[in-house]
């Protein structure tokens, strides 16, 4: 059985209007800006565990204030986090909070670095996490990191000589980055590192102090300072007109899937950091104090040095491209430089003023979003002049190698424009994060580049150098091809360009559950992302799963058309847990992967492929009950979990609960952080509940403590108390606190073996303290801590049943872990074990 159907690749994801590839246009002020940093040689590290760890108050002011060149070195992506825009978990999770990393050093000025740790989840002590992590190997990429940036001084967001008071991920950035700062200047250290990169010892390390490191205001107050620098981060930037907390807080803005949206400050605000190693600045409120920060640094620069004074200090903000003739003069200079490493960054910084004081204007835009290997592109090129200064166009190289010979005269304000056609190399890679092409383990990815380690993405598959001449000297300005367009209703829209395969499958599902031996039709779509594609599917199955029909021919005219081949499943008998996966072969080359895209309005469109393979999962499963309904919260994929096994499951936002609503539902389910980011909620409480009380199951999936708390009254009808209490090891020992209780007997018995295989953890906020009206069912423990009994705590209320969880089952269920499958099904059961030998219990 075969369904065909238009997918509309551009325009479904017309949300995505950011304009992180559009050109930047520069105003003077800024072009000014650009001038004063390419006239400060100095560089700064700060260095912390994740997304949103960072300081942008002082990672703007190393940007903006000082006008050095700053970095971010976040050791993880975040891909253990929660998500509160959207479902994306894990390694998907890891693209999104990397792109809103980029997107806010793109507000505060600095770049960004990761390594190639896996974000595993909470860790409690770093003994644990750098284990996990592989130290040494993560340690290296520290080091690859400071011998790449060069910084002069690192700072430390965490204390390194705190472990076990904070998350160990916190605290393994900071020990971390105390050891690279040791070695990074060894020529023994990571010795393979120096065939192309050379040893580099930063003069200072800091830790990033604060009040909060020492439990109270008043506690700090009285701390010695004489090891400490202290500044005011609140300064006020004239030319932005925005304070540096204003700038600071729309960068921690970006990351909204971690709820990190606030408001701005102004004001005078101190900061604080304390000296590790190193030398103490003699002008504490000067980081860079003794640190030569001008063009005399390099030889061969004072020549440099001594044509930007001038041009800054007689800097026309009227007519800024006045000064093209001594930017390109100096910008001879700075290609001749001896010093590879400030060669390379003052290049790169000139050329940006360039086009930013002549209001040079070069875009490559493709006709397509995307295009696969060993096709043709068609690029619009445009080029605009808006200065009267001399420049012309020499040539266009292309990326497959080709040059586009042509002398074009730029005039002032007008227009250049003209198509090119490029070959795609049938070699170029995919378009995907580079961490995610080979499998990593728990706690690291695999990159098989070294070059790569560090980026915080992949280098884009097509760029294209404009060799030109501007004032009678020779220049080059490489640009990625984008792919802009418009709509109605939303304006010019940016997209990247990706490459992709001649076409990619996918499963509706991740996870296929089987309750019984009933064979399952199992959908495989096909999408083309290239006109005219034939070629066959085969379903791979594990031993015990048959499929009925293994290989299907599939054919598909246009290019983001697709189709979908029904496959028929039989499982197993007795209970397994296997991965399927498609292969898709097309003129003698197989395809194994799916296309994922993320598209969210503050980061680009990402494009992710990932192997094509959903888990089947035979388990032997009864339920109670048919009618769910389901309150959203931050977001997960509970809901559709239900429904694998059987349930009918109703969505229901808060505005939609009313009166005599939830009578129909033989349990109600609110997913998680419901609480944290619903206003409205709180208000429909007392419907929920009049639900319990006669005769409804409410259960309440975890709320965090510490944000946006809501008091013990609006979460449960009895005093419960949230707290941070958690158990990471998602192979701890559970204990049955209460082995005789309806929800680990009915309808499916469960047994210790049904906490095999859990991923990432746990649970997480469990209550610490409650009511004696609930029963806490089980307790779990963390190595070397004491039990934790609030993971699951059931209250008769009424006629019904009260019950909050903390266990992870929104990361469980997705996963396809039997035993919560079987342990969420008996509490959705609840006080309906009296329907035992009634006709609704499937299994």
Known sequence: MRKSYLILLGSIFILSTTLAQAPKKHSSSESYQLLEKLNFLGSALY??????????????????????????????????????IGTELRELLGVLRTQELLAARRVDGGEQFFTRANDFGYSKHPNETLRIWDKEAVLGDVVRVIRNFRPDIIINRFDHRTPGSTHGHHTSSAILSVEAFDIAGSKEAYAEQLQTLSPWQPRRIFFNTSWWFYGSPENFEKAN???????????YYPMK?????????????????????????????????????????????????????????????????????????????????????????????????????????????????????????????????????????????????????????VSVQLANGRTDRRTIELVNNQKTEFTLQTQINPNTTYTSPYWLAKKGSLGMYKVADPDLIG??????????????????????????????YSKPDKGELYEPFEILPAATASFKDKVLLFTDVTPKEVPVTVVAHKDNVEGEVELKTAEGWKVDQSIQRFSIDRKGEAVTLNFMLEPPTGEAEEYIYPIIRINGKEITHQLE????????????????????????????????????????????????????????????????????????????????????????????FEYVENGGTLVLQYNTAGRRDRPYEELAPYPIQLSRD???????????????????????????????????????????????????????????????????????????????????????????????????????????QDLKKKPNIKG
Do not use: C
């Open 47 to 84: 260095i912390a565990a994740h997304p949103d760890d960072e300081n942008t108050r002082l990672i703007s002011y190393l940007s903006n204030e000082l006008k050095a060149r700053t970095g971010y070195l976040s050791i993880t992506r975040g891909d253990g986090g929660q998500n509160l």
């Open 225 to 235: 300072k004489d090891n400490m620098l202290q500044f005011d981060i609140g300064t």
């Open 241 to 393: 007109g925005l304070s540096n907390n204003e700038i600071a807080a729309k960068a921690s803005s970006q990351h909204l899937s971690q709820g990190f949206g606030r408001v701005s400050e102004r004001g005078s605000q101190p900061e604080y950091i304390e000296l590790l190693k190193g030398d103490l600045p003699e002008d504490k409120t000067d980081l860079f104090d003794g640190i030569n920060t001008t063009w005399t640094r390099v030889s061969g620069g004072k020549a440099i040095g001594e044509i930007l004074d001038k041009v800054q200090a007689n800097f026309n903000f009227k007519d800024p491209s006045t000064h093209l003739p001594e930017l390109m003069k100096a910008y001879d200079l700075i290609t001749e430089l001896e010093d590879a490493h400030w060669r390379a960054i003052k290049t790169r910084q000139m050329q940006e003023l360039i086009v930013a004081v002549s209001g040079l204007f070069i875009e490559v835009s493709a006709a397509a979003s995307e295009a696969t290997p060993g096709s043709t592109a068609d690029l619009n090129i445009e080029l605009v002049n808006r200065s009267k200064a001399n420049m012309r166009l």
């Open 455 to 484: 980026k915080p993405e992949t280098p884009r598959a097509l760029v294209v150098s404009f060799n030109m001449e501007i004032e009678g000297k020779p220049i080059t300005f490489d640009r990625d091809v984008i792919h802009r």
């Open 597 to 688: 895209v993320i598209p969210y309005s503050h980061i680009p469109k990402q494009s992710v492929l990932l192997p094509a393979e959903v888990k089947v999962v035979r388990l032997n499963l009864n339920r109670a009950g048919e009618n769910i309904a389901y309150i959203p919260g931050a977001g997960d994929n509970v809901a559709e979990s239900l429904r694998q096994i059987g349930y009918h499951v109703q969505v229901l936002e808060p505005e939609q609960i009313q009166q005599g609503e939830l009578d129909k539902f033989d349990a109600v389910v609110v997913g998680i952080r419901a609480y944290n980011v619903s206003e409205d909620l709180k208000f429909r409480q007392p419907l929920l």
């Open 726 to 832: 958690r158990v990471t090891d998602e192979n701890s020992e559970v204990i049955f606190l209460a082995g005789d209780h309806p929800v680990l007997n009915f309808p499916n018995t469960i047994t210790k073996k049904d906490f095999d295989g859990w991923v990432q953890e746990r649970g997480l906020y469990f209550p610490n303290e409650w009511d004696e009206r609930f029963t806490p069912v089980l307790s779990m423990n963390d190595e070397g801590e004491s039990p934790k009994s609030g993971s699951l705590l059931v209250a008769p209320y009424g006629k019904g049943h009260y019950i909050y969880t903390g266990l992870s089952f929104f990361r469980e269920l997705p996963a396809g872990v039997p035993g919560a499958f079987k342990l969420f099904t008996n509490i959705l059961s609840i006080g309906k």
